[in-house]
């Protein structure tokens, strides 16, 4: 199986969850389940991707892809509980857009919507697919330590953000780097940055270097905007 197979069946699998989480949400009339359970596709899709490495005979199970499948499926875990301001801001437009749309009664719209954030998220997550392929080594090394420290590090971070009520209460400064620092963001991208690192130590996984950068693009993009509307939203209503 090439990796263009590989990605192609992951993002089949992932755009399916979405479709069935939108769905699920749209029957449940809530907006909030689709969100609070936004990364759950990832989870499920990093344990396919494995499944079906061994089923198709890729490689052979490495130390690294077994640890980084773990640590991201605690970041996900977390993620249904915590993120909610992240989430909001990635999600609200397309949300919106949705709305609009079973409204309207569009259902070739909907499902181009779900395909298009279906594959953002996948691409963004592109370090699953290059950690679940060619796994690498089955040795684990100094390097994946301290990536696999990364993560934690990232994960660790957010927590104390949120066991110290810095999240969701803490405005949300202005500028790029402002919005990267803020508690809400910063863990996030740390355990980001060390989950592709960790996925660098598969063979060629260094073109999952897309994924992070994808991310940094949401952010300056959809993320940012969306909280500085957010944020004049707020200032208008309390003057």
């Not at 991201?72 to 609200?92: E, H």
């Amino acid at each position: 199986m090439t990796l263009f197979y590989f990605f192609l069946i992951l993002f089949f699998f992932n755009f399916l969850c979405n479709f069935l989480l939108l769905f699920l949400s749209v029957n449940k009339k809530s907006p909030r389940f689709f969100i609070r359970y936004f990364f759950i596709s990832i989870l499920l899709v990093a344990w396919l991707a494995l499944m079906l490495q061994q089923i198709n005979e890729i490689a052979y199970i490495s130390t690294r892809q077994v640890l980084g499948n773990l640590v991201l499926s605690i970041w996900v875990c977390i993620s249904f509980y915590f993120n909610k301001n992240l989430k909001l801001a990635l999600l609200t437009n397309f949300l919106n857009k949705i709305k609009n749309a079973i409204l309207n009664k569009e259902p070739k719209s909907i499902i181009l919507m779900v395909f298009h954030i279906s594959l953002l998220q996948i691409i963004c997550f592109s370090p699953v697919v290059s950690l679940n392929f060619l796994s690498g080594p089955s040795s684990f090394y100094w390097t994946d330590f301290i990536s696999l420290t990364i993560c934690v590090f990232g994960i660790a971070s957010y927590l104390k953000a949120v066991v110290q009520k810095k999240v969701g209460q803490a405005p949300i400064e202005k500028g790029f780097l402002g919005q990267a620092m803020h508690p809400e963001y910063f863990g996030n991208l740390i355990f980001i940055l060390g989950f592709y690192l960790l996925s660098t130590g598969s063979t060629g996984g260094a073109w999952s270097l897309i994924g992070p950068l994808t991310i940094l693009l949401l952010m300056y993009r959809v993320i940012m905007p969306e909280n500085e509307r957010r944020a004049i939203s707020k200032s208008s209503t309390y003057n």
